[in-house]
């Protein structure tokens, strides 16, 4: 009896967390068949495998064995995560939700309508009220040419599923052939009410700070090795392209000059601050000034629309780069070195992307710029070797000291606050860092659970200042 309770209720959550037999079996350092055994009623796991799949489902262990149905509410909560493919990713800025999403929607709706005479596309939203400055309709126009594409700006409909939701019409001789809602979630993720997504399953069967720490503890190994085990030897290839990527855009960035796009007027400042050393500049000086020169590379990239690295967005693609290419000049750390780093912020990404918000227009500036320095930070964690502990605890400041921020870009252009901020939150990240190192025995708040109140803090803050240009700098008039 005890066996089939088990069964039957280890069915049900394993299917509804969309984790197959053989991720699970990877993961538990079981074969698949052992899984498919307990789920058949054929035999039970061991008791250290019971109490993993406890904490995997986010359940208590008594749940499988009493006769209470349905599992507790807190199920409801994610349980795995996506490939770190799905958050670094190499495209052209300036914002992952505002261009990058909407691109990669209206890719797959063309495809889907070959037939398609004319296109109308209709931003509601976020993507209405800062679509313009963002660039958002000339995305939707250059990747549904050569058809021809009406973008409409629907900025008084209130009620909407997200702040970035957009919708897609396909017309043929004066009829309308096919029709789909999307949701652009930040990160250049979006999600499509009627085609596949193309964002993958869920590869990593879990999706809290807790649960990873300890069987990266109970494994002896270390972060980036966790990604490895989890998504293959190939994600060092592709990390390490992604870090290629990153370098060229610091280079590229810190040997342009002039004037960015939009309208603003604002000088490109990065080559500045790379040249304008100081007379007796001490050693923290430099330091600050080199680093904010390489996040403002990135930065003024992204505004001129050139290929940069969503870590994990576009607004917030300078501050990851910053702080490795610094640590990889200063104390000449390998790119094999710098990729591991990234495998370890990259998780500390994906929880936050899985479990809160990775959007500025659903959650404030928090969820881009804090999310970043909690990536930086858990990075540069595993670049100095530090332990789990400490790492976990740099990622937590990061965010911890981000709560609240808010999304007011000027103009609705990835410039004004966003470019200084990412070289502010880099800065940041090396502080969090160090202080982790030091007083790790003192936390007494996890990275998940505040990756929770970050997520309740964005859904609190008042919409005018969630990149709606309602409130805020957003409102200032600028010279
Ligand atoms: S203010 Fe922050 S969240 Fe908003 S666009 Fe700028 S970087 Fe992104």
Redesign the pocket.
């Known amino acids: 009896m005890i066996v089939k309770d088990f069964a039957s209720k280890f069915a049900a959550l394993r299917k509804k967390s969309g984790i197959t037999q053989k991720k699970l079996g990877e993961y538990l350092g079981v074969s698949n068949r052992a899984v498919s055994k307990w789920e058949t009623g054929l035999a039970l796991p061991s008791t250290e495998n019971i109490s993993k799949l406890a904490k995997i489902f986010d359940i208590p262990v008594d749940y499988f064995f009493t006769a209470s149905e349905p599992a507790p509410e807190k199920k409801q909560q994610p349980v795995g995560m996506k490939s770190l493919r799905a958050l670094y990713r190499m495209g052209r800025g300036p ?1 992952s939700s505002h261009t990058m999403g909407p691109e990669k929607a209206c890719m797959i709706f063309k495809q889907n309508n070959p037939g398609a005479d004319r296109f109308k596309v209709t931003l509601y939203g976020s993507l209405a009220k800062t679509g313009v400055g963002h660039g958002t309709d000339r995305v939707i126009r250059e990747t549904l040419a050569p058809t021809p594409c009406d973008v409409i700006f629907n900025i008084h409909q209130v009620e909407l599923p997200h702040p970035n939701t957009l919708e897609l019409e396909a017309w043929s001789g004066g009829q309308r052939i096919d029709q789909t809602r999307v949701i652009s979630l930040g990160g250049g993720r979006i999600q499509i009410d009627k085609y596949e997504d193309g964002e993958g399953a869920d590869i990593y069967p879990v999706s809290s700070f807790e649960t990873i720490a300890e069987y990266c503890l109970a494994e002896n190994i270390r972060l980036w090795e966790y990604v490895e085990r989890i998504e293959g030897e190939g994600i060092t290839d592709y990390l390490s392209e992604i870090w290629r990527c990153m370098k060229k855009s610091i280079k590229d960035g810190l040997a342009s000059d002039g004037i960015l796009p939009g309208g603003l007027g604002v000088q490109k400042k990065a080559k500045q601050l790379l040249n304008r050393q100081h007379i007796d500049e001490s050693a923290e000086t430099r330091e600050n000034r080199m680093v904010c020169a390489y996040a403002f590379a990135v930065s003024e990239q992204n505004a001129c629309a050139e290929r940069i690295v969503t870590a994990p ?1 576009c ?2 693609s300078g501050v990851v780069p910053a702080v490795l290419y610094y640590q990889q000049q200063k104390r000449g750390y390998t790119d094999i070195e710098i990729v591991h780093a990234l495998a370890a912020g990259g998780i500390v990404g994906n929880l936050i992307k899985t479990n809160a918000s990775i959007s ?1 227009s659903e959650c ?2 928090q ?3 804090g999310s970043a320095c909690a990536m930086a930070s858990a990075a540069l964690g595993e670049l100095f070797g530090l332990d789990l502990d400490k790492i976990e605890y740099a990622a937590e400041i990061a965010i911890e000291h981000h709560l609240g921020l808010t ?3 000027i103009c609705g252009l ?1 410039q004004i ?2 470019i200084e ?1 990412n070289a502010v939150a880099a800065m940041r990240a090396i502080n969090a860092v160090s202080l982790a190192s030091f007083l790790s025995d003192s936390r007494k708040i996890s990275l998940d659970k505040v990756i929770q109140v970050m997520k309740e803090t964005g859904l609190d803050i008042s919409r005018q200042y969630k ?1 709606t240009s309602e409130g805020g700098l957003a409102k200032l008039k600028v010279k």
């Open positions: 914002s967005t607004g917030a500025g404030g500036c969820a881009e710029i999304c007011d870009p990835v606050p966003c901020r990149e």
